[in-house]
């Protein structure tokens, strides 16, 4: 954040040569400029760029309000809160307004008496443009005073007039006169809140209480919704549909390498998770979103994944403090783990009452079996399963520190094929080598080379 402009009345902003621009034309002229320069205004968003992105750029142009359509997880309010940063990093504003007018443009009676009666002495603030996005969470027990306003009783107690607008107490949208207003979820809100929202919509002004206030207001509104066929909570009413200038459809991660980047940005990982583990989990997560046998208008958020890295890391953080270990690298074997956690996250079609464990575990299977097959393509495998002779066994488990695996791997004639599998997934110390061989013996599982035996947080390949 750069430092605060040191200009605190009108006339010094005049002399400045500040031009005030409206909203659309602040965000439209930022965002062209940062296209024109090659500067992402998008940043930390992840699989939307040949689609919704393109689409809510020419909806900014146009000046449209926007709602974005998605089921759960699809990262809308993080595309939403991204839209500050196409304001001006600083903006002026009357210093004492209740709205944050423009010194240029009072539009409350207050602010206009105020800027006639002081001229060029008006005092001014400035406002970062974080200040100038505000979020709403639409609730059923939202009212039309939380977000348009209502007559404010104390002010009336004081002896104002009541059809004074003095006496009104403004809402949120008001108060975002000059900024964004994000409202997530916007079904959820009643149906009358709804219609209370039609004329600061269209006509851009408020009505309280029987009260016509002529505001001008200059607001950009933004929501969210989930597709209406699966919330049964509520629906957009037709009116206000009518008035967003755009409706977006958001998706999941189109392309593997985005998912694995979501999961890498949005989890607070508490040990060192290889990429290869991530890539399980990615995978893991597109093959539910796949299944029949799962609730798909509730979709499988990228919250599944990413709660799914941070159980994996948190295990293997256990293991690690538990065993003494130097370093907490996660491991094939800590997958199992977060399996067990993260059934709650996903909605079952209503026949697979009871198969919920079994789906859950054979898709992570297939999920391992892919990513195998992707990073083992060239290797010889071959020399492991014959050290596997019946006789010899390899243990490894929740709490088998990495040094304990591998001094437990059977010695091979041929060539250095542990060094190969490590030099594959680039693992240059004990944990990174563990986690890339242990890979390896579960991929010769899936592929029925070897046996493996789970009890007890214990697994034997032989």
């Given at each position: 954040?750069?430092?605060?402009?040191?200009?605190?009345?009108?006339?010094?902003?005049?002399?400045?040569g500040?031009?005030?621009?409206?909203?659309?034309?602040?965000?439209?002229?930022?965002?062209?400029?940062?296209?024109?320069?090659?500067?992402?205004?998008?940043?930390?968003?992840?699989?939307?760029?040949?689609?919704?992105?393109?689409?809510?750029?020419?909806?900014?142009?146009?000046?449209?309000?926007?709602?974005?359509?998605?089921?759960?997880?699809?990262?809308?309010?993080?595309?939403?809160?991204?839209?500050?940063?196409?304001?001006?990093?600083?903006?002026?504003?009357?210093?004492?307004?209740?709205?944050?007018?423009?010194?240029?443009?009072?539009?409350?009676?207050?602010?206009?008496?105020?800027?006639?009666?002081?001229?060029?002495?008006?005092?001014i603030?400035?406002?970062?443009r974080?200040?100038?996005?505000?979020?709403?969470?639409?609730?059923?027990?939202?009212?039309?005073?939380?977000?348009?306003?209502?007559v404010?009783?104390?002010r009336?107690?004081?002896?104002?007039?009541?059809?004074?607008?003095?006496?009104?107490?403004?809402?949120?949208?008001?108060?975002?006169?000059?900024?964004?207003?994000?409202?997530n979820?916007?079904?959820d809100?009643a149906?009358?809140?709804?219609?209370?929202?039609?004329?600061?919509?269209?006509?851009?002004?408020?009505?309280?209480?029987?009260?016509?206030?002529?505001?001008?207001?200059?607001?950009?509104?933004?929501?969210?919704a989930?597709?209406?066929?699966?919330?049964?909570?509520?629906?957009?009413?037709?009116?206000?549909?009518?008035?967003?200038?755009?409706?977006?459809?958001?998706?999941?991660?189109?392309?593997?390498?985005?998912?694995?980047?979501?999961?890498?940005?949005e989890?607070?990982l508490?040990?060192d998770?290889?990429?290869?583990?991530?890539?399980?989990?990615?995978?893991?997560?597109?093959?539910?979103?796949?299944?029949?046998?799962?609730?798909?208008?509730?979709?499988?958020?990228?919250?599944?994944?990413?709660?799914g890295?941070?159980?994996?890391?948190?295990?293997?953080?256990?293991?690690?403090?538990?065993?003494?270990?130097?370093?907490?690298?996660?491991?094939?074997?800590d997958?199992?783990?977060?399996v067990?956690?993260?059934?709650?996250?996903?909605?079952?079609?209503?026949?697979?009452?009871?198969?919920?464990?079994?789906?859950?575990?054979?898709?992570?299977?297939?999920?391992?079996?892919?990513?195998?097959?992707?990073?083992?393509r060239?290797?010889?495998?071959?020399?492991?399963?014959?050290?596997?002779?019946g006789?010899?066994?390899?243990?490894?488990?929740?709490?088998?520190?990495?040094?304990?695996?591998?001094?437990?791997?059977?010695?091979?004639?041929?060539?250095?094929?542990?060094?190969?599998?490590?030099?594959?997934?680039?693992?240059?110390d004990?944990?990174?080598?563990?986690?890339?061989?242990?890979?390896?013996?579960?991929?010769?599982?899936?592929?029925?080379?070897?046996?493996?035996d789970?009890?007890?947080?214990?697994?034997?390949?032989?």
């Open positions: 954040m750069s430092e605060t402009p040191r200009i605190s009345t009108l006339g010094e902003l005049r002399a400045s500040h031009v005030h621009r409206t909203l659309r034309e602040e965000i439209r002229e930022n965002l062209l400029g940062a296209l024109a320069s090659g500067r992402d205004p998008w940043p930390g968003l992840h699989g939307f760029g040949r689609t919704v992105i393109p689409q809510l750029e020419r909806a900014l142009i146009a000046g449209h309000d926007v709602v974005l359509l998605g089921e759960r997880g699809q990262g809308k309010t993080r595309l939403l809160r991204t839209l500050s940063g196409l304001l001006d990093e600083w903006s002026p504003a009357i210093e004492g307004s209740e709205l944050g007018e423009h010194p240029y443009e009072p539009i409350t009676p207050e602010s206009q008496r105020r800027a006639s009666a002081l001229g060029d002495e008006l005092p603030t400035w406002r970062h974080s200040e100038r996005y505000a979020e709403k969470l639409a609730t059923p027990d939202t009212s039309v005073a939380d977000l348009i306003g209502d404010d009783p104390m009336v107690a004081e002896g104002r007039r009541l059809g004074d607008p003095d006496t009104i107490h403004f809402g949120l949208i008001p108060r975002s006169h000059r900024g964004i207003v994000a409202i979820e916007l079904p809100l149906e009358r809140i709804q219609v209370a929202m039609l004329n600061v919509m269209e006509e851009r002004d408020i009505q309280i209480r029987g009260y016509v206030l002529r505001l001008p207001l200059d607001v950009l509104v933004v929501a969210s989930n597709p209406e066929d699966y919330t049964n909570r509520g629906r957009i009413i037709t009116p206000l549909k009518d008035r967003f200038g755009a409706e977006i459809r958001t998706h999941y991660p189109i392309d593997l390498a985005d998912e694995v980047a979501v999961i890498r940005q989890a607070h508490v040990a998770v290889p990429d290869s583990i991530l890539e399980v989990l990615a995978r893991y997560t597109r093959l539910l979103r796949d299944s029949p046998a799962i609730n798909q208008r509730s979709g499988v958020s990228a919250r599944f994944s990413i709660a890295a941070e159980t994996v890391a948190a295990s293997a953080l256990h293991r690690a403090t538990s065993r003494r270990e130097e370093h907490a690298v996660a491991r094939v074997v997958l199992e783990t977060a067990d956690v993260l059934g709650g996250k996903i909605e079952f079609e209503s026949g697979e009452e009871g198969r919920e464990a079994e789906v859950l575990g054979h898709l992570l299977r297939t999920a391992t079996a892919e990513t195998v097959r992707e990073h083992f060239g290797i010889d495998l071959g020399p492991l399963v014959s050290a596997l002779d006789r010899t066994t390899v243990t490894t488990g929740e709490q088998v520190t990495a040094r304990e695996f591998l001094d437990g791997l059977p010695p091979l004639d041929e060539a250095p094929l542990y060094d190969e599998i490590a030099e594959r997934f680039g693992a240059t004990d944990g990174r080598r563990a986690s890339a061989i242990e890979l390896a013996l579960e991929g010769l599982y899936l592929l029925r080379r070897i046996s493996k789970s009890d007890d947080g214990e697994t034997i390949y032989g």
